[in-house]
């Protein structure tokens, strides 16, 4: 074979593996999004992605700017497809409400939010074999022990994690939650992913028998040990909820879910799924109806929740407003929880103010929270002020873009003596440093009021309900899902439904007694220690690494 045939084959080779690994890798993390039923993907969808670095890794004739440029490439392309399949809702919200056709709309999340996804897939599996010279084993669980530490602290616009991903719902496994964080369930995904690249290794010669079976059994009883807490936790917790106990409160929550409709935003009214406006007295209609039907001996406090966007005014601008839902809270002697918007005059202009509000039942006001994580691109633009050209384009081109002001406190809201509530507003929830502060701070039940109808009959709710069961394992607290226009839930400290699920664009209510009592999490006490405990996890491998030259 002369040179150039040599050449030809290497190039096509390399551009097998280029468009091979990221396609599949791309289409099996797109898949392991919530909402599809396939999350169990995430157990092998790292591997083709890892084993194709692996292999181009492998290659001499590569320089290291052409094999990171390569290894960038191959990210990011996985990232975009998985981004298109995975968050289609987000195209979808850009089209119909962003009045963007469908081509520009799929090119903003496959381009935008894929490269977001596939830099995160960069930093965490293609930098560390840029920086370690050769594989000799050693490398495998170095590089898991690596993604484990950085994970926590890794920025992104929305939190979410591979762990978190593949195990939602996953019998016992996710409890652990609770102790390493849904986070650290990296654990258990990556960790099978590298497992499978030393099995190759091991079919290859290059990995012996006797480690290939040590790490297969460390990495099976990590999951026995898994499971047996989860199991125990699972158990221990079920019987908490059924027994009586003289430390726990009641509260009587209704939850509303009026589907208001969106139409008068959209591109197309057609793909705005609901025709009926808002209205304030139609909410009042609806939560009239709500309470009649509550037994006449209810003697608990009660509380009524209206979900984000279905309060059609300024509540703290519009006196009439605040007089009506003043009156209907003593009436019916319930408080009401509900989201509106605010601003304040300030030197430089006007900060607006997404707000969360509780009105007691004698028509007070008992506190306010103002929104801390903001929607990119729907509530803030990302790094307007580094790129001021690029934010002005965005704002003139996409249609119903706002901009908010961060809230920055972890607002508790007390209802009663032993009842203690937080009303985080929408994707406040995928950053979990804000339902942990305010559990933190004493919430003993977290009341997330959403408006998903922007999204249309997409994946969003499975999205938001499966970080709802996420932050309720981590933080060991109740959590309400009210949303306008569905899937409104209850879900336990356990992570499971107390209630059934209101469908998608259906209007209805949802009331239940819920328990409040307190239940420990080391996971929501000490989570900074959990992660520091990764890091030394990481600095102890490099140890032998660096001593050895095992790597380096």
């Not at 280029?18 to 169990?40: C, D, R, Y």
Request: aromatic share 14%; net charge positive; glycine share 8%.
């Amino acid at each position: 074979m002369n040179k150039n045939a040599k050449n030809n084959n290497y190039r096509q080779n390399t551009q097998k593996l280029f468009f091979t690994g990221s396609l599949i890798s791309g289409v099996m993390l797109g898949l392991n999004a919530p909402g599809f039923g396939t999350h169990w993907l995430g157990l092998i969808s790292l591997f083709p992605l890892i084993f194709t670095l692996e292999k181009l890794h492998a290659e001499d004739a590569l320089s290291f700017r052409k094999r990171a440029l390569l290894f960038f490439g191959i990210c990011w392309l996985a990232g975009g497809i998985a981004a298109s399949i995975g968050g289609y809702w987000i195209t979808n919200s850009t089209h119909v409400f962003g009045h963007l056709p469908w081509p520009a709309a799929l090119m903003i999340t496959a381009v935008g939010y894929g490269l977001e996804v596939g830099f995160q897939l960069f930093v965490y599996f293609a930098i560390p074999l840029l920086l370690i010279p050769k594989l000799n084993n050693w490398d495998l669980p170095l590089r898991l022990a690596f993604v484990l530490a950085l994970d926590p602290w890794y920025p992104r616009l929305i939190h979410w994690n591979y762990g978190a991903l593949t195990f939602s719902e996953f019998p016992w496994i996710e409890q652990l939650a609770d102790i390493i964080g849904s986070s650290g369930l990296l654990l258990y995904s990556a960790g099978f992913a590298f497992l499978l690249s030393g099995w190759l290794r091991w079919k290859s010669g290059k990995l012996s028998h006797k480690n290939i079976l040590q790490a297969s059994f460390l990495y099976l009883l990590l999951w026995i040990i898994g499971l047996s807490y989860g199991a125990w936790r699972t158990q221990n917790l079920e019987t908490k909820f059924t027994e009586p106990n003289s430390k726990s409160s009641k509260l009587t929550v209704l939850v509303i879910q009026p589907n208001f409709s969106l139409q008068d935003l959209a591109s197309n009214p057609q793909l705005a799924h609901s025709k009926r406006q808002q209205n304030l007295e139609s909410l009042l209609t609806d939560s009239r109806k709500a309470l009649a039907e509550l037994p006449q001996n209810t003697s608990t406090e009660k509380l009524l929740v209206w979900p984000e966007s279905v309060f059609p005014d300024a509540y703290f601008k519009s006196k009439n407003s605040r007089l009506k839902v003043s009156a209907f809270a003593e009436e019916h002697q319930t408080n009401i929880l509900f989201t509106t918007v605010d601003w304040e005059r300030t030197q430089t202009g006007h900060k607006f103010y997404g707000v969360s509000v509780l009105v007691g039942k004698k028509g007070e006001v008992l506190g306010r929270y103002n929104k801390i994580f903001l929607i990119p691109f729907g509530e803030m633009i990302p790094f307007s002020d580094w790129f001021p050209g690029i934010a002005a384009w965005l704002r003139k081109n996409i249609a119903n873009m706002s901009e908010f002001d961060r809230g920055t406190e972890y607002t508790v809201f007390p209802l009663a003596e032993d009842i203690q509530l937080s009303a985080p507003i929408c994707f406040d929830i995928f950053n979990p440093k804000v339902m942990r502060g305010m559990v933190l701070n004493g919430s003993n039940l977290v009341l997330n009021l959403s408006n998903l109808a922007w999204f249309g009959r997409t994946t969003a709710s499975d999205n938001m309900v499966a970080t709802l069961r996420w932050r309720a394992i981590e933080n060991r607290v109740p959590v309400v899902f009210a949303s306008n226009n569905g899937e409104s839930l209850f879900i336990a400290a356990n992570g499971k439904n107390m209630s059934q699920q209101l469908g998608l664009f259906e209007e209805g209510t949802l009331t239940s007694t819920v328990q409040l009592q307190h239940q420990f999490s080391f996971y929501r006490e000490y989570a900074e220690w959990v992660w520091a405990g990764f890091i030394f996890l990481f600095l102890l491998l490099m140890i032998p690494a660096l001593r050895g030259r095992k790597i380096f």
